[in-house]
């Protein structure tokens, strides 16, 4: 029997008489002083100790969408400003959510750190952003405001593959979560390139766009962690924008990167339970890691509660508007570049090579209608409807997609 994350719990799931490989993360060993150590060992810069007599830190973290433990890496960072003389009063904490419109409640994301620092909320198309001139590939860089205007500046994040980023974590707390609307959709325009894929920073536009940016806005220090498959702290890295941030890659790889036995006829895939499956638009990100590992033709079943519906306005019109996946693709391939369509894109490029159904008891035969795919509330459910496609006799199964990067 074989547990799968979905939502806030999980579903079983028990496959009898298949060849079935679990790809999962490699494991690595818990340390509970790692956010400590990492904060004690700076990676090519002074660390916190640079701030001392500072009047003005602002403190930029990750939205509801990411299962950061920042109230964590927070204590620990306020504290240690304090030790550095640095006041609470004097320290901003922005909530960069990039194009995320609800980022949730404040207070839970940060508990009680709300009543004792200012927490501000980014607006991506805020009139009021600044601008810093264009990256070399034509990147308009508007930035928060507020994050300009500080004297030292912190970006916490996570390290977590991304389908076209390569890796998150580093500048792209800042680059993208604290950025203007062009900014964001210039940068991610860029994914259409080859090298922009799962796992790989090598070369790749969207990533380096992302660090040009980094070195334009001016980052002090970086605070990036690595999550196992029950979203603890297994590393930690500090310091430098740039240098800790490619530290940390180096290890995520170690922990992310596995490889398959077999390319299967069904894979069952959950983007790792909420917040990640949280809407459609989130738990996409799934389908290009099991795309990789699907046979032409095969089933991926996607087990995604999807509580918050599709999740984006434009995503959703645009599946709605066209017949076929590959119409998607055409109409993707023809027009200006749109935040939304870009994901409509993404989610048809994988429905032309595989057939999904979508495990959710939120989501409605509508909804399922607009998505192009068949919608089951249980996987066995979802099994006999792949055995209608599909002969099955390989079965892989990835309880993390999101975090999970296939090698070939």
């Known amino acids: 029997m074989l547990q799968v994350p979905y939502g806030r719990g999980s579903v079983k799931v028990r496959l009898e008489g298949l060849k079935v490989q679990l790809l999962h993360q490699k494991e ?23 701030f001392r007599g500072c009047e003005n830190v602002i403190v930029v973290v990750n939205d509801q969408t990411r299962p950061v433990p920042l109230r964590e890496v927070l204590d620990l960072i306020l504290s240690e400003l304090e030790r550095n003389g640095v006041r609470e009063t004097e320290i901003k904490i ?5 194009l995320h419109t609800d980022v949730g409640n404040p207070e839970d994301l940060l508990g009680e750190i709300v009543e004792r620092v200012d927490v501000l909320i980014h607006d991506a198309k805020d009139k009021r952003l600044e ?10 860089v508007w930035i928060n405001r507020h994050f300009l205007e500080a004297e030292k500046r912190i970006v916490i994040g996570m390290i977590d593959p991304h389908q076209f980023v390569g890796y998150t974590g580093g500048a792209k707390g800042v680059s993208i979560g604290a950025a203007g609307y062009d900014t964001i959709e210039r940068n991610h325009s860029l994914m259409l390139d080859k090298r922009a894929r799962l796992g790989n920073i090598a070369g790749n536009p969207v990533r380096e766009d992302i660090d040009e940016i980094g070195s334009m806005v001016g980052i002090d220090m970086v605070f990036n962690v690595i999550l196992d498959e029950r979203n603890r702290v297994v590393r930690a890295v500090a310091g430098h924008w740039f240098h800790a941030h490619r530290e940390g890659v180096r290890f995520a790889r170690k922990v992310f990167e ?11 895939a959950s983007p790792g339970g909420y917040p990640r499956d949280m809407d459609v638009y989130q738990a996409q990100k799934s389908l290009s890691t099991s795309e990789i590992v699907c046979k ?23 599946m709605g508007r066209f017949t076929t996946p590959a119409e998607v693709v055409e109409h993707f391939k023809n027009a200006r570049f749109k935040m939304g369509l870009h994901k409509a894109y993404l989610w048809a490029k994988t429905l032309i090579r595989n057939r999904v159904v979508v495990v959710s008891d939120k989501l409605g035969d509508r909804q399922a209608e607009i998505l192009k795919v068949e919608r089951a509330c249980t996987i066995e459910e979802a099994m006999e409807i792949s055995s209608k496609y599909t002969r099955i006799e390989k079965v892989i199964v990835i309880p993390r997609a999101t975090s999970i990067v296939p090698v070939v």
């Open 28 to 50: 690595s060993p818990l340390n509970r002083m790692e956010l400590k150590r990492a904060m004690e060992s700076p990676i090519s810069s002074k660390g916190l100790s640079d």
């Open 94 to 98: 922005l909530i960069g959510g990039g």
């Open 131 to 140: 601008y810093l001139g264009s990256t070399k590939r034509r990147t308009p």
């Open 258 to 268: 596995v490889a398959p036995r077999f390319l299967a006829d069904v894979v069952i």
């Open 296 to 318: 032409p033709g095969g089933v991926i079943i996607l087990v995604a509660e999807c509580s918050q519906g599709l999740g984006n306005t434009e995503f959703e019109k645009t």
